[in-house]
């Protein structure tokens, strides 16, 4: 696979993952979000068992009650951020929830200051005030507009920041990415599930109604969408990587346009616009850093 179609497949699955927002906001329509994020997460575990049952025979182990416990931890953040998410968009916008939604990309290097007293690249902080001014500038120039679902939707961003930072952790030290994916979606999906048996009234025909939906995030989103990433990963730069996979909030917002035909002030698209450049300089710029100083040290 050469570097322009390994990002042109990074750029499909950004595209999948950026329509993913249009059929999580149209299914609330028909069903409620705990029952949605569960039938969701529960089709991507079935979906990932037979690969994580093939893991398992390869390694010629069962994961120890130490890595379940690590995997079940990792789905605990995984219920928290998808349900927030959820919830917040009865309330909010795909637009408004895409590109919130990324501010995950501030959470993940001052979550490790705060757990591994890891210092971030010093890029971080200038993005963190951008994306501030973008969330600004998204509520229309006063943060007293931002609806319950905006607010959800900076929790979720904070709550996938966790998730990726135990995932990152505990993936490297099982080196089992598909067990524990399984157990994450499957720890998620039964919670979800269970509080929707209390608050929400089970429907088999809004099931039906939204089983469209449903399959498309349980199955394209949450499966095939990440087996893109992958895929392309091994055969671009970092960098590159970075850029495509941003694009998923554009997608987004793109989508909400064509779809929902979903529109925000001037202003916010400015907020937008921000936001995007600010993953992009907090993405882009320690990977570039650190290439520069690699080649650097190679010359001396």
Known sequence: MTRIQANLVLLLAAAIWGGGF???STAMD?????????????IA????????????????????????????????ALFMGATTQQVGLLTTSVTNSSFLTALYVIFVPVIAVIVYRRHPHWVVWPGALMMLVGIYLLSGGAISRLTNGDMLSIICAFFWAIQITLAGRYVMQSNRPLALSCTQFAVCAVLSMLIGLFI????YQAI?????????????????????????????????AAIFLSS????GALFAAIFLQETIPAAGYIGC???FAAILLVELVPELSKRRNGRVTADI
Do not use: C, D
Request: net charge positive; no cysteine.
């Open 273 to 275: 616009a921000i936001i």
């Open 200 to 203: 929400e009234p089970i429907n």
């Open 45 to 76: 575990a079935l979906a990932v068992l037979p690969f994580a049952m093939m893991e398992t025979r390869r390694i010629k182990a069962a994961p120890s009650r130490g890595e379940f416990r690590a995997f079940i931890l990792v789905g605990l």
């Open 248 to 251: 998923e909030a554009l997608f």
């Open 22 to 24: 249009v059929a999580q």
């Open 208 to 240: 039906a109604s939204s089983i469209t939906e449903i399959l498309y995030v349980g199955l394209v989103s949450s499966g095939l969408a990440f087996v893109l990433q992958v895929i392309g990963q091994r055969y671009t730069t970092a960098p590159q």
């Open 30 to 42: 028909t069903i409620g979000p705990f029952w949605f994020v569960g039938l969701r997460f529960a």
